[in-house]
């Protein structure tokens, strides 16, 4: 079993700056792509970024300029840089984990959520 602990979230002046991480325990043989994803009051869960093992990453158009993906694989941490928010950004921020286990089955784990919430 693997658990993720996310930490990071907070309230934040619009223009500010904060920095999620998402840390992964437990039995596990490697982790493959790392993703965050983030649902506001009343929308669907969309996602925001992904890291692949390789250290390929993508984003939503969105958040493009403004967030960076990274990950410590010594660590097993995934971490979202968040500069330049804006109101439109104030939503529930989740990481998600595809892992190969020891058992050699891959499966996919998602964070407990993170509220991020952006003043105007």
């Known amino acids: 079993q693997v658990q993720l602990v996310e930490s990071g979230g907070g309230l934040v002046q619009a223009g500010g700056s904060l920095r999620l991480s998402c840390a992964a325990s437990?039995?596990?043989?490697?982790?493959?792509?790392m993703r965050w994803h983030r649902q506001a009051p009343g929308k669907q869960r969309e996602l925001v970024a992904t890291?692949?093992?390789?250290?390929?990453?993508n984003y939503s158009d969105f958040v493009k300029g403004r967030f960076t993906i990274s990950r410590d694989n010594a660590k097993n941490t995934v971490y979202l840089r968040m500069n330049s928010l804006k109101p439109e950004d104030t939503a529930v921020y989740y990481c998600?984990?595809?892992?190969?286990?020891?058992?050699?089955?891959?499966?996919?784990?998602w964070g407990q959520g993170t509220q991020v919430t952006v003043s105007s």
């Open positions: 437990g039995s596990m043989f490697s982790i493959n792509v």
């Open positions: 890291i692949t093992s390789g250290g390929s990453t």
């Open positions: 998600n984990l595809g892992v190969w286990t020891t058992m050699r089955l891959y499966e996919d784990y």
